[in-house]
Every structure is written in structure tokens, then in C-alpha cells.
């Protein structure tokens, strides 16, 4: 069951700014609040009769539309006070005025200029009128009145504005947001998708040529087919993450992931040899999924632009960091610095979150990637 204050902002704005109207209206009658009205002119005031009774439900009954149409908000509000100064009827519904000025400060789109101008018109005309009727108010007296409604009409643009910018922050950030997610699910689908794709295009290649020998044949077709099992099996976990209320949490690749990493890599048919020295620390952090992902994208390069090139991994566990290098040679396709980047720059930003150190370029035998992971990074 709903609470009463979500009821009551689930009501149309019209019938929720309608009280503030029937408010002033009831405290017009209210004895205690004579001598405290709201009006112009000093002319004396004659109490209520049938048209005072109109002319007050036409200067508060509006207010109901001060959000929904402010323009025609203030416009009947201002008529309404214009009767009641020409007739001295003075209430306390003359401040509806203020108020209907203030919400179209806040709330109108269009003709603003217009509007003031208007207004303006308005108010030097009654001012004259008044006069003419007696008043002793005075060109002062008139002055300070409006000064006063222009004041209320400045507060209003400026809520105005501060509601504009406010709202176009929130916009910068979503945009920001969504940005930065576009961003994380690109970097993930190139980290789970590249290397599995590479890795079996090469094995498929590779196959080609071993028709003649059907036991190497079923060897290639099945590391072909088990690198595509891996490439389902995180592709799922990846729409998991992806998937709201599935409740998926990042993945740490387990003990011993590199080594089928560097397997199923030699199996495309890279040579790689593999050095891994220390022992994990019991809480790493993101520092583990960073450090196989550099892997994972040193390997991938390997095999796209420096296949069949020697290719040296060394991940060293101690208990501020993990330290990764990927040394790959070179090879008649070219660099392994061949290629979009889109990978390196991940990683760059992955190691750079965690306050580690990133470096990838040619050396003099060919490529390296090396980096520094702090082993408390952000988990």
C-alpha cells in the first residue's frame, strides 16, 4: 500500500497547487490578518460584497495552474489584483500576486520578455488609475511596489536557471555514464572474444594443412572446438554481468587459468614459454583479472601479427604487486603492435585504475608488454 506522500505526488500538479490558493482565500476572512494585506494605492477599503467575493476567487483559484500554465496563471492572478486595487478590496489574496509571479519566473518557457513588458504596462497603467481615484501612495510608494514584483520575478528566473543547469549536469553525467559503460563493454567483449576468435581461426588454419595425418587433424578439430566451449561459456558470464537483477559478480580467473591460457595458445601453435614465480597473495583484489588479461591480450597479439614467433611470459607474485611481461619476436606478418589498440588502451586503463604501471611498445627483437599491478588494488 502506498504511502501519503507518494499518493499525493502521484496527483495531477494542478490539483496539488490547488490548496495554496483555497489557503489565502480562508485567510482573507481571518480577522487577526486586517491591517496586513497585500495591495497598492492606500486607497480605503470597503469590505466584501458579491463582486469582491469574485474578484477574490479570481485571484486565487489561478494558482492552481501556476506550474501546468504559468503564463495564464499570472495573468488571471494579476486581473484579479487589478480589480481589487480599482474596487480597495484589500486582502490577504492580494499576495497570490507574488506568488503567481514567482512561479512564472520559475516556470514560463515562452514570451518572457513579452510578459514583463506587459506587466510593466499594466502596473503604470493602474498606477495612474489609482491615482486619479485619490491614491496617496506617491511615485514612490508605486516605485518601491514594483521594484518588489521584479524582485519576486528575478528569484524565479534564477530557480529557473539553477533548475536548468542542475538538470543539464544530470545530463553531462548520464551521458558520462553511459559513455563508460559503452566503454567497459566494449573492452570486455574485445578481452573474452579476440583472443578466443584468434586463437581458433589459427587452429582452423592450421588444420587445413593436416589432412593427411587424421590423428593431428582430430587433435586441431578438438582444441578448435574447446576454444569455442571457453569463448561460450564467458560470453555467457559476460551477459550475465550485463543483465540487470541476475546478480553476477566480476570473475577471478582460478589458480592455474594461465597455464590453459598459455596451452591452449600453443596449441594454435605459438610457441610460448611460461615462467610463473611466487605465490598469489590470499587477496589481491582486481589485481589477478588484470594480470590474466595481459596476458590473455599479449598472447592474442602473438598469434595475430607475430605468429609462430618465440614468445616469453613472466608473471612474479610477491605481496605488494604482480609484476606481468609479454615479450613476443618478430615475424613476417609484421609488429605485434599491429592493429586497432583498443586492447592496450583497455589494459592501460585497468592498470592505471588500480595505481600500477603500464608500458607497451616495440623493443629491439619485437614487442613487450610489461606492467606493474598493485596487489591491493580496488576489488
Known amino acids: 500500500m502506498r504511502s501519503l506522500p507518494d499518493r499525493w505526488r502521484r496527483l495531477d500538479v494542478a490539483v496539488r497547487d490547488l490548496p495554496l490558493g483555497l489557503l489565502l482565500a480562508a485567510l482573507s476572512f481571518l480577522p487577526v490578518l486586517r491591517g496586513h494585506e497585500t495591495q497598492v494605492g492606500d486607497l480605503p477599503g470597503r469590505p466584501l460584497d458579491t463582486l469582491g467575493f469574485a474578484i477574490l476567487a479570481l485571484e486565487c483559484l489561478p494558482l492552481a495552474l501556476r506550474r501546468r500554465l504559468p503564463g495564464v496563471s499570472l495573468g488571471l492572478v494579476a486581473l484579479g489584483f487589478v480589480l481589487a486595487s480599482l474596487g480597495s478590496y484589500h486582502t490577504v489574496a492580494g499576495t497570490a500576486l507574488a506568488i503567481a509571479l514567482l512561479s512564472a519566473g520559475a516556470h514560463l518557457e515562452r514570451f518572457r520578455r513579452t510578459a514583463i513588458g506587459v506587466l510593466t504596462v499594466v502596473y503604470v497603467a493602474l498606477a495612474f488609475a489609482l491615482a486619479g481615484l485619490g491614491s496617496t501612495e506617491g511615485v514612490g510608494g508605486f516605485a518601491t511596489f514594483y521594484v518588489m514584483l521584479a524582485v519576486t520575478w528575478g528569484v524565479g528566473a534564477w530557480l529557473r536557471s539553477t533548475r536548468a543547469a542542475e538538470a543539464e549536469r544530470r545530463r553531462h553525467v548520464a551521458a558520462e555514464t553511459r559513455a563508460a559503460e559503452r566503454t567497459r563493454i566494449a573492452r570486455e567483449l574485445h578481452d573474452v572474444v579476440t583472443h578466443h576468435v584468434t586463437a581458433m581461426v589459427v587452429q582452423a588454419e592450421a588444420?587445413?594443412?593436416?589432412?593427411?595425418?587424421?590423428?593431428?587433424?582430430?587433435?586441431?578439430?578438438?582444441?578448435?572446438?574447446?576454444?569455442?566451449?571457453?569463448?561460450?561459456?564467458d560470453l555467457r558470464h559476460l551477459l550475465d554481468l550485463l543483465e540487470p537483477g541476475r546478480g553476477a559478480e566480476p570473475r577471478t580467473p582460478p589458480v592455474g587459468r594461465l597455464l590453459t591460457l598459455v596451452e591452449q595458445t600453443r596449441q594454435a601453435g605459438q610457441p610460448v614459454e611460461f615462467t610463473e614465480e611466487g605465490t598469489p597473495a590470499a587477496s589481491?583484489?582486481?589485481?589477478?583479472?588484470?594480470?590474466?588479461?595481459?596476458?590473455?591480450?599479449?598472447?592474442?597479439?602473438?598469434?595475430?601479427?607475430?605468429?609462430?614467433?618465440p614468445t616469453r611470459v613472466l608473471v612474479r607474485h610477491r605481496d605488494s604487486d604482480i609484476t606481468v611481461e609479454v615479450a613476443t619476436g618478430r615475424s613476417g606478418s609484421g609488429p605485434a603492435a599491429q592493429g586497432s589498440g583498443r586492447g592496450l588502451a583497455g589494459l592501460r586503463e585497468r592498470v592505471d585504475l588500480l595505481g600500477g604501471d603500464f608500458d607497451a611498445g616495440e623493443t629491439e627483437g619485437g614487442f613487450a608488454i610489461r606492467a606493474r599491478i598493485p596487489a591491493r588494488g580496488a576489488s
Open 284 to 309: 589481491t583484489g582486481s589485481a589477478d583479472l588484470v594480470a590474466y588479461r595481459i596476458v590473455q591480450e599479449g598472447l592474442t597479439n602473438a598469434l595475430k601479427h607475430a605468429r609462430s614467433s
Open 207 to 233: 588444420a587445413r594443412y593436416l589432412t593427411a595425418a587424421p590423428e593431428r587433424l582430430d587433435q586441431a578439430l578438438e582444441a578448435v572446438g574447446e576454444t569455442g566451449r571457453r569463448a561460450v561459456t
